[in-house]
């Protein structure tokens, strides 16, 4: 018999008998009523705790906000993704800038030594974040891949203020996650830290030590 | 989380389950308790056959000699009186592990009902009793040491304090990490000295460092185990069960 | 620094030396005062981080999701393996540790992987993975900071969650200095960029990753890892291969599931609201995208989990999401630290799950190192009740349980048996306890004033000489002589 044919028969012949499945209850996870101010206050103060810096923009001046960004991070070269529109907006708007944007959507054999050695930063956009825990959700594409989030030493994420959802259960639910799941997808809260020194928080351990999320909002930022 | 216990009316009669470490070496802690309980206009009926809850057995993994103990102890308790145990650990024993332990058995029903009567008796003094007390000693500065039987398998963290913060001499003083094991554990202290001893250990240097000149607690088990750990050490901080201390310093 | 601390030295432990390793541990001031900082901060944390929940209501969800999982398990196996084959994952079944370590070996194999870079598993340890494939010639290197700092200073970890816990900053830049050459330095960024730097090359040189599983999502063939480093996602994403090993009680049902177990995870392991990555693999690389492995394989370990599975009362075991809360809230792991008790899983996790696959005759002090105070029971995020499991071990050890635990009875001794049995028969003859009580308190002068090791640090209790029996028929005697009293 197999290991699988041997294992499964263990458990389906319990000695004990089958059992019963309870029913659970997900309200506590779930139904937090908070209003976008409040989601927006929560989602900040939570990922801050963490050491992501929040930027708030207005949708038609975020170029600007990233601008800033890359500028005072001493960012030169950027890797990001072209279709997505907030990386075709990106492109379009630092074209005539001193910095190098890094093509994003390139087989990760061609350029590893380079992504690991010489990108300052990464761009991408977010699917959406959610207020209770301070998080971004990340679904990367071929566009957008996986490690253009990591590798570099500053993630930059774009978030739209309209998309911050109250708790992961929510996000979850809401968009059907279960009906088909990427082949990776993420939640990130903050740049890689790790506590392994004597419980001294130390950032930057394997994935950037730095988080910038841009928060776009529809209308103007007072 | 022991689920919220809905206190029945203070009753004329109650029953009294001394524990055997208060029977041989805190006899004056449970006649405190008798007494504390009488002055409320409680009678109450000691039943000379009590031995022992069985508990040594039972954490010690033999579990037919404690249930054998235990279904001894159920004969005691024929009429529908509440039981008051003068030990969060022998109370929780009682309350929440007679019932498992004898399930199955000619006792199950007999043991969950029982189970159901028991009360620790710092528990029973607040919640049944409304026990007021009006103090007479002098000031002292006293720290509580809740059993962890008491505090978490009966659920009864507060009661304790709360008698002692009726006594207007009394500075409750609250000692370092005060909801951590004194490292008495039963027969863990026997099969883990040294674990043991370094517990309570910090357990009395915490007692100390609070500025307690006193500590008080509802377990015989931790009184011996601190007290005795105090004494070894020819420190001046003193021990008393609760039962006793509230005796003392209100009649 | 002017003396540098030497690390702790190098040392094998073995639960059977239970007994020798905590009077070791307990007379180095240095564990003990690196223990106790972090498991009063850990316990503060934790205190600290779920006031804004219904924390007794997400337990009872939590709690039921497992039990709802371990109900259905062989069912949600089957579906997981579907749904991950239908994802392009491929699954192992290993009956044991050793056949696991033999099926990640042939997969390294089969790439002709000489290099293995590993994200935190406490299932490859239990296994001992990294020296199986050493054997064969592959070498395996931990990523996450703590296990990378316990395996360069051949240990393994004192603790599910951070593995170098033991260590502290003096230790670990002397341990970074002598095995990789960094300047001694307390400053906790330097260390922390240059074991970065050190293991980006690894990463970027490994044939083979090799991760645990936090959740496997049987309606979805998912796997979620936990983290906070990155390295985790670094070791499922850069290396070509990627394999994932866990117990086969990881698995739950839903997607929906997840949420709430990962929330009362990181509040119940460090405190905090959420981890920096949460990263969910539904296979590897697909055509048209640009990184992550081109092969994941899932394997499955059995390894005495199905023994455990059959008993009502132990199944409670598998319920852990290994959060650590219980040896954060430990009073006895505290003191003696995780490599005492000479286990993969320290502390109650570990007293109640180790006898399970170690065998009783190993681990028979283990479920007795406990005072059963319940505190681990108490901020268990599942509601495993740690404290009855350790009680259920100690009578599997005396032979007073169901017999259905590997070295049951291995304890048992005529002469405790002898005791309890005239514990038994002494308890249940009242009279005869009354005589024996009274004398006792009586003799209390000839009683011995040493009780062993009791009294190497306390006084011996002294029999009152009256006992309350005695005392309760006076003060009766003397009440109703008062009533009588005209």
């Known amino acids: 018999m197999s290991a699988r044919d041997a294992i499964l028969k263990r458990l389906r012949e319990r000695s004990d008998g089958p059992l019963s499945a309870p029913e659970c209850d997900f309200a506590v996870v779930t139904n937090r009523g908070w209003n976008q101010q409040e989601r927006l206050e929560r989602f900040e103060r939570l990922i801050g705790s963490v050491h992501g810096e929040v930027i708030h923009t207005a949708r038609t001046a975020w170029g600007d906000a990233l601008a800033e960004v890359l500028h005072a991070k001493g960012v030169r070269r950027l890797a990001l993704g072209r279709d997505h529109p907030v990386a075709a907006e990106a492109r379009k708007m630092l074209s005539a800038g001193s910095v190098d944007l890094v093509d994003a959507d390139r087989d990760i054999e061609a350029w590893q030594r380079e992504q690991f050695d010489s990108v300052d930063a990464g761009l991408t956009s977010t699917r959406g974040a959610i207020a209770e825990t301070g998080s971004l959700w990340l679904w990367p594409t071929p566009d957008e891949p996986r490690l253009i989030s990591l590798v570099p030493p500053l993630h930059i994420a774009v978030l739209d203020a309209d998309t911050l959802e109250d708790t992961f259960f929510d996000v979850v639910e809401r968009h059907g996650w279960a009906d088909g799941m990427p082949t990776n997808a993420l939640l990130i809260s903050g740049p890689s830290k790790t506590a392994d020194i004597e419980q001294t928080l130390a950032y930057g351990v394997h994935g950037p030590r730095e988080l910038v999320v841009l928060v776009r909002h529809a209308q103007e930022v007072p | ?251 | 620094m002017n003396s540098p601390v030497q690390p702790s030295a190098v040392q094998t432990y073995t639960p059977r030396e239970f007994h020798r390793q905590a009077h070791d541990a307990l007379g180095n001031p240095q564990i003990r005062a690196n223990f106790r900082k972090a498991m009063d901060g850990l316990m503060s944390k934790r205190r600290d981080v779920f006031d804004d929940w219904d924390l007794e209501t997400l337990r009872d969800l939590g709690a039921n999701i497992r039990l709802r999982a371990l109900a259905k398990l062989p069912d949600l196996l089957e579906q997981l393996e579907a749904n991950c084959q239908a994802n392009g994952i491929r699954v192992h079944w290993a009956e044991t540790g050793e056949e696991a370590c033999r099926i990640i070996g042939e997969i390294c194999a089969s790439h002709g992987a000489k290099s293995v870079i590993k994200g935190k598993s406490m299932v490859s340890e239990e296994m001992h993975l990294n020296a199986h494939l050493e054997a064969a010639g592959i070498e395996a290197l931990e990523s996450d900071l703590g296990e990378y700092l316990v395996q360069l200073n051949e240990q393994t970890p004192s603790h599910i969650i951070m593995p170098a816990i033991h260590l502290n900053t003096d230790e670990i830049s002397e341990i970074l200095h002598q095995k990789t050459g960094t300047e001694r330095s307390r400053d906790v960024d330097y260390m922390t960029a240059a074991a970065r730097a050190q293991l980006r090359e690894r990463f970027m040189a490994a044939d083979v990753g090799v991760s645990g599983v936090n959740f496997a999502v049987a309606e979805t063939g998912t796997l979620c890892l936990v983290e906070n480093e990155g390295n985790g996602r670094m070791t499922t994403t850069v290396p070509p291969v990627h394999v994932a090993v866990t117990g086969i009680e990881k698995v739950v049902e839903h997607l929906r599931d997840v949420p709430p177990l990962y929330a009362l995870l990181t509040r119940s392991a460090t405190g905090q609201h959420v981890t920096t990555y949460f990263n969910m693999i539904s296979g590897p690389r697909k055509s048209g995208e640009h990184d992550g492995p081109q092969e994941v394989h899932l394997v499955l370990v059995d390894s005495g989990r199905s023994n455990i599975y059959q008993d009502d009362e132990l199944l409670d075991t598998l319920r852990c999401i290994r959060c650590g809360a219980c040896m954060n809230h430990c009073p006895v792991y505290t003191r003696v630290g995780g490599h005492t008790y000479g286990t993969t899983y320290p502390g109650p996790i570990g007293s109640i799950l180790s006898p399970h696959l170690m065998g009783l005759e190993e681990t028979k002090d283990l479920p007795t190192a406990s005072s059963l105070c319940g505190a681990c029971g108490e901020v268990c995020p599942v509601k495993i009740p740690i404290p009855d499991l350790l009680v259920r071990l100690r009578r599997e050890a005396v032979g007073e349980g169901r017999g259905n635990v590997p070295g049951a009875g291995v304890k048992r001794t005529k002469k405790e048996v002898v005791a309890w049995k005239s514990f038994q028969w002494l308890a249940t003859h009242p009279a005869a306890w009354r005589g024996g009580t009274a004398v006792a308190g009586k003799l209390k002068a000839l009683l011995p004033s040493r009780l062993g090791p009791w009294t190497d640090y306390r006084v011996a209790p002294k029999p009152a000489g009256t006992t309350l029996h005695t005392l309760v028929k006076r003060h009766q005697a003397s009440q109703s002589s008062e009533e009588t009293r005209p």
Not at chain 2, 90 to 104: I, V
Not at chain 2, 116 to 126: G, Q
Request: charged share 25%; proline share 6%; aromatic share 8%.
């Open chain 2, 1 to 251: 989380m022991t689920p919220v216990k809905l206190y029945p009316p203070k009753p004329d009669r109650v029953y009294f389950y001394g524990t055997c470490l208060v029977d041989l070496f805190y006899p004056d802690a449970g006649l405190d308790g008798i007494r504390l309980l009488e002055r409320e206009g409680v009678a109450v009926d000691f039943p000379q056959d009590q031995t022992c809850c069985g508990q040594p057995a039972y954490t010690s993994g033999y579990q037919d000699e404690a249930r054998a103990v235990a279904a001894a102890q159920l004969d005691l308790f024929p009429e529908p009186w509440p039981i008051i145990v003068p030990s969060g650990s022998c109370g929780g024993m009682m309350r929440t592990h007679y019932p498992k332990l004898l399930a199955g058995t000619e006792h199950e029903a007999r043991a969950k009902e029982v189970a159901a009567r028991v009360y620790e008796l710092t528990e029973f003094l607040v919640h049944v009793c409304h026990l007021k007390l009006e103090d007479h000693g002098q000031p002292e500065k006293v720290a509580m040491h809740t059993s962890c039987s008491a505090r978490r398998e009966m659920g009864l963290a507060e009661t304790g304090p709360a008698l002692l913060a009726q006594l207007d001499g009394v500075e409750l003083v609250e000692q370092a990490r005060a909801s951590e094991c004194c490292g008495f554990g039963g027969t863990f202290s026997v099969r883990h000295p040294e674990v043991s001893a370094a517990m309570v250990e910090d357990k009395t240097q915490a007692i100390e460092a609070a500025g307690a000149e006193r500590f008080v607690t509802s377990d015989c088990g931790c009184l011996m185990n601190i007290a005795g750990r105090f004494e070894h050490q020819r420190k001046a901080v003193q021990g008393e069960h609760i039962a006793s201390y509230l005796w003392r310093r209100t009649s």
